[in-house]
């Protein structure tokens, strides 16, 4: 039995800023030597040369180098750039702990895995489907779980291409599925979320003419990023396993639109909070840690009927547009706009909307519990 978990949300106040782990760690909240992961959003322009990725980066492995964690550069770090419109920077940590109330009810795990190194030549290829899903089924095991449906959420950082890499494969006889270095981070989390599909039994295993293409396959519970940090896939899975003991639940849903706050609501009450039939941020009572989310313009270019120029527009990017969008309905949701919504969604929830993942502090005693 894995132990239980703790993990709580702390904000990013500047770009280098890690003092939330810090004061979590002084406060005696959590030990630095039981941290498993980070997820978390800064401030850059989310793009290839987003490198407030690898300041958060930096920031927080000092932290856990100082307070005494023996190898803060295994700690899974997973950076989505780019906090549009009034999206605000902040990380959720994850640890383990010692000090967590017994229940038998379904509570929140987490398995921790790396891939085999991604060649810059599998990016976008059934190779790097393959080893994803390999990886997840390993991070399966590690959170103690074994039937898929109990994930409830997978985040991964994954590889992209950059001129060195693509320059890489060819001086090694390879070619890459494109030469673009921006288009290849869609590329990327498309090709990961394909393979957490894999490894759920979500889908048969694609062909490589479906990846990135046939948008009917997709994963309700990938959210997948990529950056130039690193060279395999980054796998943080998020699910529930009875005994494990704990305060917190994890839910998903998907939204099926830019605007389907529904969708989030959903996967809120999936966490095990109970809701009235029309909710308000304030029914949540404090108790909603926080929402995970992905987001894409759809590709007709309409919401609900109605038609945008999100994919037309040549002066902002539609990543930034999509994100600032969706943000604001799920910050609607919440009451808080520290939530983590990340775009590039091919494959993840269908075409045009996203998953969501929703976790709860359901204490020890908390009568929302659904069991």
Request: glycine residues 12%.
């Amino acid at each position: 039995m894995p132990e239980p978990i703790e993990v709580r949300k702390v904000p990013i106040e500047s770009v280098t800023d890690a003092s939330g782990l810090s004061r979590l760690i002084a406060d005696g909240v959590i030990e630095a030597e039981r941290v498993l992961a980070v997820v978390g959003k800064t401030e850059g322009n989310g793009g290839v040369n987003d490198y407030t990725r690898i300041l958060a980066d930096r920031a927080f492995r000092e932290v856990l180098a100082e307070h005494g964690h023996p190898a803060p550069e295994t700690v899974p770090l997973v950076w989505s750039g780019g906090t549009d419109g009034i999206l605000s920077p902040h990380a959720t940590i994850f640890a383990t702990t010692a000090d967590a109330p017994a229940s038998d009810e379904p509570r929140l795990s987490v398995g921790v895995a790396m891939s085999e190194v991604i060649l810059p030549e599998d990016i976008g290829r059934p190779a790097m489907v393959e080893k994803v899903a390999a990886g997840v089924r390993e991070a399966m095991k590690i959170a103690g779980i074994d039937d898929p449906r109990d994930v409830h959420y997978v985040q991964t950082k994954t590889p992209l291409l950059t001129l060195a890499t693509i320059t890489d494969a060819k001086s090694r006889g390879q070619d890459t599925a494109i030469e673009e270095t921006g288009p290849s981070m869609d590329l990327s989390n498309s090709t990961t979320a394909l393979g957490i599909a894999v490894a759920l039994g979500e889908i048969e295993m694609p062909d490589a003419g479906q990846i990135h293409k046939d948008l009917s396959l997709y994963s309700s519970v990938a959210s997948c990023s990529s950056g130039v940090e690193l060279d395999r896939a980054q796998i943080v899975l998020v699910g529930n396993v009875r005994g494990i003991g704990g305060r917190y639940r994890i839910g998903h849903s998907v939204m099926k639109d830019a605007l389907d706050a529904d969708g989030i609501w959903e996967a809120i009450r999936d966490s095990g909070l109970a809701l009235p039939d029309r909710p308000h941020p304030s029914d949540l009572g404090g108790r909603l840690v926080n929402v995970f989310m992905k987001c894409e313009a759809d590709p007709s270019g309409r919401v609900r009927g109605r038609r945008n120029i999100m994919l037309d527009d040549s002066d902002v990017h539609w990543h930034r547009q999509i994100k600032a969008a969706v943000g604001g309905v799920a910050a609607s949701v919440t009451g808080d706009p520290a939530v983590f919504v990340s775009v590039a969604a091919v494959h993840q929830g269908p075409s045009g909307g996203g998953p969501v993942a929703a976790i709860a502090d359901l204490g020890a005693d908390l009568g929302a519990d659904l069991g």
